[in-house]
């Protein structure tokens, strides 16, 4: 058997995804004209956005533009920033946190060398950033706040809303990397308040190598990629038409079943959840009212992530040890450690996130064989033989 644990990374295309999207690689006509050909484009186009606009509450004189991924449009808005800081704007500070996807952090990084600055505010014990805080990092030159909505390491939500209040309160735009919200959490951009909020098709079963930047209406805005007039001008480049048709019809499908993946898929990972902790010295992270309804990160005392991952993949098993973009380094989880847990204990964190395909059946399996694969691995571990509880 077959399990896949790894769906806060990438999730497999929905079937009825997968059929919309290779009927729509047909529509190949240039959106821009006025033939018949183009004509087809465009009503796929126009399709497109009647299903993903009502899909996050995103208002006609809002903007969605379609991008790559969601990393692509986090770099879009923080870089809008440092280009309005280059072109003469005083405003050069950037509020954010600990637990930010590398996109966030690695931008911010490669703007603080033109003298962009940043705070990066810490997590408390159920891995979210306290509005105090927020309020308190505020400066005169605060150009932006972003702050993720929910970490694919740890499945933390974060509190989006009251975050959002006092943005508002103080003039300044903000935005959220929504990569883990969609077909999860409810999105409504209205009712969370943000200026900005960043996805990515494939973590909500459509395809990769599309996602969307949502921008509310006269929020700053400066291109990234320069190029034709597509997306109003604002993106160039030819839109990538059955990438987006499928992410809008994918992302439909994913309103429709949160209440499926908050009740059944939640009682599924809640009965993985229970049967982790029944192992001894293991630890699970997060209050459930404040975690992903799909998501369990848990350490296993004495046990290398990496060795248990290894393990796992034989049995045919697949989990996470930390941010699918940071997957090959032999670190301890960044996101745990900011949780206050010890760094030895966060190198040994394993994150199983199910999807609305994962079955009963598949828990079962992995409930069966996780304890021998601690047992094996525990055995042949320095490590827990020297810190092991008498």
Same mark, same amino acid.
């Given at each position: 058997?077959?399990?896949?644990?790894?769906?806060?990374?990438?999730?497999?295309?929905?079937?009825?995804?997968?059929?919309?999207?290779?009927?729509?690689?047909?529509?190949?006509?240039?959106?821009?004209?006025?033939?018949? =050909?183009?004509?087809?484009?465009?009503? #796929?186009?126009?399709?497109? #956005? /009647?299903?993903?606009?009502?899909?996050?509450?995103?208002?006609?004189?809002?903007?969605? $533009?379609?991008?790559?991924?969601?990393?692509?449009?986090?770099?879009?808005?923080?870089?809008?920033?440092? /280009?309005?800081?280059?072109?003469?704007?005083?405003?050069?500070?950037?509020? !954010?946190?600990?637990?930010?996807?590398?996109?966030?952090?690695?931008?911010?990084?490669?703007?603080?060398?033109?003298?962009?600055?940043? !705070?990066?505010? %810490?997590?408390?014990?159920?891995?979210?950033?306290?509005?105090?805080?927020?309020?308190?990092?505020?400066?005169?030159? !605060?150009?932006?706040?972003?702050?993720?909505?929910?970490?694919?390491?740890?499945?933390?939500?974060?509190?989006?809303?009251?975050?959002?209040?006092?943005?508002?309160?103080?003039?300044? %735009?903000?935005?959220?990397?929504?990569?883990?919200?969609?077909?999860?959490?409810?999105?409504?951009?209205?009712?969370? *308040?943000?200026?900005?909020?960043?996805?990515?098709?494939?973590?909500?079963?459509?395809?990769?190598?599309?996602?969307?930047?949502?921008?509310?209406?006269?929020?700053? #805005?400066?291109?990234?990629?320069? *190029?034709?007039?597509?997306?109003?001008? =604002?993106?160039?480049?030819?839109?990538? $038409?059955?990438?987006?048709?499928?992410?809008?019809?994918?992302?439909?499908?994913?309103?429709?079943?949160?209440?499926?993946?908050?009740?059944?898929?939640?009682? $599924?990972?809640?009965?993985?959840?229970?049967?982790?902790?029944?192992?001894?010295?293991?630890?699970?992270?997060?209050?459930?009212?404040?975690?992903? %309804?799909?998501?369990?990160?848990?350490?296993?005392?004495?046990?290398?992530?990496?060795?248990?991952?290894? /393990?796992?993949?034989?049995?045919?098993?697949?989990?996470?040890?930390?941010?699918?973009?940071?997957?090959?380094?032999?670190?301890?989880?960044?996101? $745990?450690?900011?949780? *206050?847990?010890?760094?030895?204990?966060?190198? !040994?964190?394993?994150?199983?996130?199910?999807?609305?395909?994962?079955?009963?059946?598949?828990?079962?399996?992995?409930?069966?064989?996780?304890?021998?694969?601690?047992?094996?691995?525990?055995?042949?571990?320095?490590?827990?033989?020297?810190?092991?509880?008498?």
């Amino acid at each position: 058997m077959e399990v896949y644990l790894d769906n806060n990374s990438t999730t497999k295309m929905d079937k009825k995804v997968k059929e919309v999207y290779c009927n729509a690689i047909d529509v190949y006509g240039n959106v821009n004209v006025i033939y018949k =050909k183009g004509s087809e484009a465009r009503d #796929y186009l126009n399709l497109a #956005y /009647d299903m993903l606009y009502p899909a996050i509450n995103a208002k006609d004189e809002d903007d969605i $533009l379609i991008t790559s991924s969601t990393t692509e449009g986090n770099n879009i808005v923080i870089k809008t920033f440092l /280009d309005a800081f280059l072109q003469g704007s005083e405003k050069k500070h950037i509020i !954010t946190c600990v637990a930010e996807h590398s996109s966030i952090k690695a931008t911010i990084a490669y703007c603080k060398k033109f003298g962009i600055e940043a !705070t990066y505010l %810490p997590t408390d014990e159920n891995g979210r950033v306290s509005m105090f805080d927020v309020e308190d990092a505020i400066r005169e030159d !605060t150009a932006l706040i972003s702050i993720l909505t929910a970490s694919n390491e740890s499945g933390a939500i974060q509190p989006i809303k009251g975050i959002s209040t006092i943005a508002k309160k103080y003039n300044i %735009p903000f935005h959220s990397d929504g990569a883990q919200a969609i077909g999860k959490i409810k999105v409504d951009v209205e009712e969370l *308040g943000v200026d900005y909020f960043t996805f990515s098709s494939h973590k909500f079963h459509g395809p990769k190598g599309v996602g969307g930047l949502y921008v509310r209406n006269k929020a700053p #805005y400066q291109n990234l990629i320069h *190029g034709g007039n597509q997306m109003g001008g =604002k993106r160039g480049g030819t839109v990538y $038409l059955n990438g987006m048709f499928a992410m809008a019809y994918a992302a439909k499908l994913a309103n429709e079943n949160l209440d499926y993946i908050n009740t059944k898929i939640k009682k $599924l990972r809640d009965k993985l959840a229970t049967a982790i902790l029944e192992i001894e010295d293991t630890k699970i992270y997060i209050d459930d009212k404040f975690r992903l %309804p799909n998501t369990i990160t848990a350490s296993f005392r004495g046990i290398e992530g990496e060795s248990m991952l290894w /393990d796992l993949n034989q049995l045919g098993i697949y989990a996470a040890t930390g941010s699918s973009c940071s997957s090959e380094r032999l670190e301890g989880s960044e996101v $745990l450690e900011a949780l *206050g847990e010890d760094p030895e204990i966060a190198h !040994t964190a394993i994150i199983f996130s199910l999807s609305k395909f994962t079955t009963e059946e598949e828990i079962d399996y992995v409930i069966e064989h996780l304890p021998k694969v601690v047992k094996r691995l525990r055995n042949i571990s320095m490590t827990y033989a020297c810190v092991k509880p008498q």
